[in-house]
């Protein structure tokens, strides 16, 4: 396993529409292994393969268990309610601001056996997947957030 460095924003990997992935490989295993290991090295609530330079669809969010759930080929299929709190991202540093996000997600994905699964997050856990999954189709926070460069 490897720490990578976290792609920051300006760099033109961060808005690019990243590819499903068709097979897991071991360089697909070894890709969730470091992104694990850079999200706890960080000590961030969640991370996207775009934000170590690789365009493809994998994020992990660590639940309110402090347990990182991995997803590949992230798809939010049910969402209800709705939370308006801070936000920020590993890749845009010393930057906060308001987001609109629902309060309950349910996300659908394929695990590191290549099993479908569903998984449900609500409060933080719910916007850590809304965010991750944006940072797939080429979205930051900063794109959509209110009274952005709040001071914390
Ligand atoms: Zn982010």
Same mark, same amino acid.
């Given at each position: 396993?490897?720490?990578?460095?976290?792609?920051?924003?300006?760099?033109?990997?961060? *808005?690019?529409?990243?590819?499903? =992935?068709?097979? @897991?490989? %071991?360089?697909?295993?070894?890709?969730?292994?470091?992104?694990?290991?850079?999200?706890?090295?960080?000590?961030?609530?969640?991370?996207?393969?775009?934000?170590?330079?690789?365009?493809?669809? @994998?994020?992990?969010?660590?639940?309110?268990?402090?347990?990182?759930?991995?997803?590949?080929? %992230?798809?939010?299929?049910?969402?209800?309610?709705?939370?308006?709190?801070?936000?920020?991202?590993?890749?845009?540093?010393?930057?906060?601001?308001?987001?609109? *996000?629902?309060?309950? =997600?349910?996300?659908?994905?394929?695990?590191?056996?290549?099993?479908?699964?569903? =998984?449900?997050?609500?409060?933080?856990?719910?916007?850590?997947?809304?965010?991750?999954?944006?940072?797939?189709?080429? @979205?930051?926070?900063?794109?959509?957030?209110?009274?952005?460069?709040?001071? =914390?």
């Amino acid at each position: 396993m490897a720490i990578r460095n976290i792609v920051q924003e300006g760099d033109p990997i961060l *808005r690019g529409k990243s590819r499903p =992935v068709e097979e @897991i490989t %071991p360089r697909i295993l070894t890709l969730l292994d470091d992104m694990r290991e850079t999200l706890a090295h960080a000590d961030g609530v969640g991370l996207a393969a775009p934000q170590v330079g690789v365009r493809r669809r @994998i994020v992990i969010v660590v639940n309110e268990n402090d347990q990182m759930i991995e997803l590949i080929n %992230p798809q939010i299929i049910k969402q209800s309610g709705h939370q308006r709190d801070l936000e920020g991202c590993l890749s845009v540093p010393g930057r906060w601001g308001y987001t609109n *996000r629902p309060m309950h =997600v349910t996300v659908q994905a394929m695990d590191r056996e290549g099993k479908t699964f569903t =998984v449900s997050g609500s409060g933080l856990t719910a916007r850590a997947f809304c965010h991750e999954i944006d940072h797939l189709d080429g @979205i930051l926070f900063i794109d959509h957030a209110e009274e952005c460069d709040i001071e =914390v």
